[in-house]
């Protein structure tokens, strides 16, 4: 299918495990980004992509790591969960450079037990 | 009204009234501003962008206005719908490290009563 992917949509797991959460798109967009969005505070940046194999920390990375060996995909890892880490997150791609339109995807809800 | 806090700010509205969202960015070299809509249970969608060498761009019912002098941005939705309720975000873009980098703000939950 053509667009942005997030897999899985849902995810419930336990404090201290590692999780993964996927993000694909079929553009071939040189910019990837991920979010996490909390009441009261919309969307906070955890880390950004510029193309294959360069990655950068956004506002909130502490705890997260990403990835991007290929230009379609860049999963997001929790490498220990924590409670606060609970959360929807959004994967989101764009096309250059310049700040035009983010195209986001559908969402993961995430909850940390 | 609109009501601060923990919460989204709220504008409630009639339908088929002009709905207008308001949005303080704080950075004063942003060049780009983007307004987002994301309804329930989705990823934000774009509605509209501005740069900023303009101070208004009109899309379909949809307008932006940008005041860099007091940084501030608008959406004004024309003949708002109920397929028009949602929460709305404005982003800015700065230059940071080379990439144009965007910032959220907190959103406004738009209302439209039929």
């Known amino acids: 299918d053509a667009g942005i992917t997030q897999s899985p949509r849902y995810k419930i797991t336990e404090t201290g495990r590692q999780v993964t959460l996927m993000c694909h798109q079929t553009?071939?967009?040189?910019?990837m980004f991920w979010y996490r969005q909390d009441l009261g505070h919309g969307l906070r940046l955890i880390y950004y992509?510029?193309?294959?194999?360069?990655?950068d920390k956004g506002e909130v990375p502490d705890g997260y790591v990403v990835s991007r060996s290929k230009t379609e995909n860049f999963p997001l890892t929790l490498e220990s969960a924590t409670r606060s880490q609970t959360s929807v997150y959004f994967c989101?791609?764009?096309?250059?450079?310049?700040?035009?339109?983010?195209?986001f995807g559908p969402g993961t809800r995430l909850t940390v037990l | 009204g609109e009501s601060v806090g923990l919460h989204l700010p709220t504008l409630s509205v009639q339908e088929g009234d002009n709905s207008i969202i308001n949005c303080a960015y704080s950075?004063?070299?942003?060049?780009?501003f983007i307004w987002y809509k994301q309804e329930s249970g989705k990823g934000p969608q774009f509605i509209i962008d501005?740069?900023?060498?303009?101070d208004k761009r009109q899309g379909q019912r949809v307008t932006v206005l940008l005041n860099k002098t007091v940084k501030h941005l608008s959406l004004q939705i024309a003949a708002t719908q109920p397929g028009d309720s949602a929460v709305y975000f404005c982003?800015?873009?700065?230059?940071?490290?080379?990439?144009?980098?965007?910032?959220f703000g907190r959103g406004t939950s738009l209302i439209v009563h039929p």
């Open positions: 989101a791609s764009r096309n250059g450079q310049v700040g035009n339109e983010q195209f």
């Open positions: 553009w071939s967009h040189s910019y």
């Open positions: 992509s510029a193309a294959a194999d360069i990655t």
């Open positions: 950075n004063s070299a942003s060049d780009y």
């Open positions: 501005i740069r900023s060498n303009m």
């Open positions: 982003a800015e873009n700065g230059l940071s490290g080379g990439s144009y980098i965007p910032t």
